[in-house]
C-alpha cells in the first residue's frame, strides 16, 4: 500500500468531510494547545506497519509549526522523519482527532529531541462511537491467532464469538489451558474476513471454560482487550461492525 492510498483510507485524500473539518488557523492552534494542556498521546505513522506514540511539545502560530517530542531510539522515527507525509491521530475526550502532518524534520533542543512539522491546515474531527459489540455469523466466524506464551512453536486458532473496536469474545480449542486475567499477547493476527484482517496485540480481561446447555465443556473462552489497534485496524473492525448491524436489523436488506 502506497502512502497515498494509506492517508486516503483513513480519510485524509483531501476530499469531503467539511462537515467535520476545522480549518481556521485560530482554532487550529486553539485545539494544537489543548493537546498540549492534557498531555493527549499522539499516533503518528505513515503506514500500517510504521508509527510512534508521543505527546506534542510545542505549538508555535508566528513560525506556523509545532514539535513533538521524541526518543532519538524509538522504531520508526527516522523513517517518518524522512517521510513527506505522516498522519497523526490523537484523543480529546469524546472526540477523535487526526490531521496531516508534512515538512517534518528533527529539531535538537537543550531540553530534549523534537519531531518539528508545519502547523496543519486542518483537523478532523469526529465524535468517539461507543464501542458496539456485535454477534458474529455461524458459519466462517472471523478467527484470532497467535503463539502460546513460553512455547512460540505452538500456534493457537480462537473462533470469535462477538467483536467490538475495544476488544472480543474468542473460544479457543478444547484442551487449550485457561489464561489468567491480565496476560498480555503482544502479537496476534484477526482475520475477520478473507480480504480484511489486521496484527494487534491483546490483555485477558476474563478467561473461562465454555459449556454446551447441558454442562459438557467446549473449550476456554476470552474476554479480550485489545491494547493497540492502529487507525486502519479500527477502521476494519467498525466497518465490519457496522455492516453486522446492519445485518442483524429487523428486515435489513442482505447484502
Not at 489464561?179 to 480484511?196: H, K, M, N, Q
Request: charge should be positive.
Amino acid at each position: 500500500m502506497s502512502s497515498d492510498d494509506y492517508f486516503a483510507s483513513l480519510g485524509m485524500g483531501g476530499d469531503g468531510d467539511d462537515e467535520n473539518r476545522i480549518d481556521k488557523p485560530p482554532e487550529v492552534v486553539a485545539f494544537m494547545q489543548r493537546l498540549i494542556d492534557v498531555r493527549a498521546l499522539v499516533n503518528v505513522s505513515i503506514s500500517p506497519t510504521v508509527s510512534i506514540t508521543t505527546m506534542l511539545w510545542w505549538v508555535d502560530p508566528a513560525r506556523a509549526n509545532i514539535g513533538f517530542s521524541v526518543d532519538a531510539d524509538q522504531d520508526g522515527l527516522q523513517q517518518i522523519a524522512s517521510a513527506d507525509k505522516a498522519l497523526a491521530v490523537t484523543y480529546l475526550e469524546t472526540e477523535k482527532l487526526q490531521f496531516l502532518m508534512e515538512r517534518m524534520t528533527l529539531v535538537r533542543d537543550p531540553q530534549g529531541l523534537a519531531l518539528q512539522c508545519r502547523l496543519p491546515a486542518s483537523i478532523l474531527r469526529f465524535q468517539r462511537r461507543k464501542s458496539f459489540r456485535v454477534k458474529v455469523p455461524s458459519f466462517a466466524p472471523p478467527s484470532l491467532r497467535f503463539r502460546m506464551p513460553g512455547n512460540p512453536e505452538e500456534v493457537i486458532v480462537g473462533k470469535v464469538m462477538d467483536i467490538s473496536v475495544g476488544g472480543c469474545a474468542v473460544l479457543l480449542p478444547k484442551g487449550t489451558p485457561l489464561f489468567e486475567t491480565g496476560t498480555v499477547i503482544e502479537s496476534s493476527r484477526v482475520d475477520l474476513e478473507p480480504a480484511s484482517r489486521f496484527v494487534t496485540g491483546f490483555e485477558v480481561r476474563r478467561s473461562v471454560i465454555h459449556e454446551t446447555a447441558d454442562g459438557r465443556p467446549i473449550g476456554p473462552m476470552l474476554g479480550i482487550r485489545w491494547t493497540r489497534l492502529d487507525p486502519e485496524a479500527e477502521k476494519l473492525v467498525q466497518t465490519y461492525v457496522n455492516r453486522r448491524q446492519k445485518r442483524l436489523r429487523p428486515n435489513a436488506p442482505v447484502r
